[in-house]
């Protein structure tokens, strides 16, 4: 299952991004993945977008237009678990 307007910021080696990843995983979410070590373009997104180059990052499109910035892994996993839940969200 793919959630439409998210977007995963992370880098291979972050132990906090490998927890978000499995957890991913484990639910069956397929997210774009945004290594910031590898493409300095996404690196420079996250900090124009979020404020800081911290990782792991959710970048989260919301319904119209508006985009919200999700740090913390615990937060981003229980985020995801409860929209992999929710029948009414978008999937693409």
């Known amino acids: ?10 880098f291979t080696l972050c132990p906090y991004c490998v ?13 774009p993945l945004k290594d910031i070590l590898t493409d300095p373009e996404y690196r420079a997104e996250l ?3 979020g404020g800081k180059p ?3 990052c959710l970048r989260i499109q919301e319904d119209g237009g508006i985009i919200r910035w999700m ?3 615990n937060d981003i996993i229980r ?3 409860r929209q992999r839940s929710s029948p009414s969200k978008p999937l693409a």
Do not use: C, D, F, T
């Not at 299952?1 to 992370?10: C, D, W």
């Not at 927890?19 to 997210?31: C, D, F, S, Y």
């Open 1 to 10: 299952m793919q959630l439409a307007g998210h977007q995963l910021y992370h």
């Open 19 to 31: 927890k978000v990843r499995l957890a991913l995983r484990w639910m069956g979410i397929e997210l």
């Open 47 to 49: 900090i124009a977008g």
């Open 54 to 56: 911290q990782v792991p």
């Open 71 to 73: 740090y913390e892994s």
């Open 79 to 81: 985020y995801l678990n």
